[in-house]
């Protein structure tokens, strides 16, 4: 079965520069999560989309945006990296989420490392 | 604002032995709730959820998770922890009112004794 698709899987960028992660989901899934997992923390919710518009915002930084497209996939931009940025950002699609019928499962990306020196 | 705790950080168990990691939750309503696995520098693995209905729920690789709605818990336990099952656990939440984002614990790094 298909799953979720990040890319790149692993990124080093230098302080101030910028990055750009993508996220392909699962097929016929219209909604994607974005986590962020500092090292040896828990992941954190940043930011998720529903049929193309922004649904909820989490502890995201002004710095980072994100966008889906008309083909689902989701890009998260990240500007003026900092030290503090470097962290496994992961991925998640579910076919919507909250619905008539309850909770739609999230299914998690492989993550995509991000190293800032 | 609902919270999740996981009491323990780190836990050590021999090969064999049972396991229970616990999971607190803080909300005024039944919460839906998630026990994910993750390996070093891996994604996360869904083990297992609880929506509703019984509250014994069986997961894959041979968890378990019980809710308790008194003791605002959901319990994740196996009877005999196998050397591969070293990993990061994490117990989440998902509210209604929320979005559908979910919220993790801190995690419990489970570490295996030959």
């Known amino acids: 079965a298909a799953g979720v698709i990040q890319s790149p899987r692993h990124l080093i960028k230098e302080k101030r520069e910028t990055a750009t992660l993508k996220c392909y989901p699962i097929?016929?899934?219209?909604?994607v999560y974005w986590y962020q997992q500092g090292p040896g923390q828990d992941p954190q919710f940043l930011i998720s989309f529903y049929e193309k518009m922004q649904s909820d915002k989490g502890s995201i930084p002004d710095r980072f945006s994100a966008q889906q497209f008309s083909d689902y996939h989701s890009e998260l931009n990240m500007s003026s990296l900092e030290l503090g940025d470097s962290a496994l950002y992961f991925c998640?699609?579910?076919?919507?989420?909250?619905?008539?019928?309850?909770?739609?499962?999230?299914?998690f990306g492989p993550g995509t490392r991000l190293t800032v020196l | 604002a609902q919270s999740v705790t996981q009491p323990d950080i780190h836990i050590t168990v021999s090969e064999g032995a049972s396991l229970e990691l616990r999971c607190n939750y803080s909300y005024g309503a039944t919460p839906y709730l998630f026990w994910y696995v993750q390996s070093p520098g891996q994604g996360l693995q869904l083990l297992l959820k609880?929506?509703?209905?019984?509250?014994l729920v069986q997961g894959i690789k041979g968890f378990e998770a019980e809710f308790k709605r008194s003791q605002s818990s959901f319990n994740l336990r196996k009877p005999s922890v196998h050397w591969s099952d070293a990993a990061e656990y994490f117990c989440a939440v998902v509210t209604y009112n929320q979005g559908g984002k979910l919220i993790f614990g801190q995690g419990t790094e489970l570490s295996v004794k030959p």
């Open positions: 998640a699609s579910s076919r919507g989420g909250f619905g008539p019928l309850g909770y739609n499962e999230q299914f």
């Open positions: 097929p016929r899934h219209d909604t």
């Open positions: 609880y929506f509703s209905g019984d509250t």
